[in-house]
Nanobody, 115 residues
Framework: VQLVESGGGLVQPGGSLRLSCAASRSISDVRRVGWYRQAQGKQRELVAAIGSGWTKTYDDSVKGRFTISRDNTKNTMYLQMNSLKPEDTAVYYC??????????WGPGTPVTLSS
């Protein structure tokens, strides 16, 4: 499975971005899809995920600001990011956990907050 993110870029604090992640195959039967991020000098952290039961989880730092979604008809997942803060600056990665527990990652897309 190949994953490719898009939608990252430079944005001012308080602004919004929508990240997309296109998969090379169907995502309708996967165990989980999600978004991680890694800021410079820090460990990669989970931002948001959708489990097999369509349960959504969010890191406390993004609750109320970010929304994860998926469109199985387009084999695509999204991360809508609103009210962005400087601490949201990071490279964002989409991930997929298959039914066979194989974990796939995209190459990442950078998000930079700058005034």
């Amino acid at each position: 499975v190949q994953l490719v993110e898009s939608g990252g870029g430079l944005v001012q604090p308080g602004g919004s971005l929508r990240l997309s992640c296109a998969a090379s195959r169907s995502i309708s039967d996967v165990r989980r899809v999600g978004w991680y991020r890694q800021a410079q000098g820090k460990q990669r952290e989970l931002v948001a995920a959708i489990g097999s039961g369509w349960t959504k989880t969010y890191d406390d730092s993004v609750k109320g600001r970010f929304t994860i979604s998926r469109d199985n008809t387009k084999n695509t997942m999204y991360l809508q990011m609103n009210s962005l803060k400087p601490e949201d600056t990071a490279v964002y990665y989409c991930t997929l956990l298959s039914v066979w527990y194989s974990h796939y990652w995209g190459p990442g897309t950078p998000v930079t907050l700058s005034s």
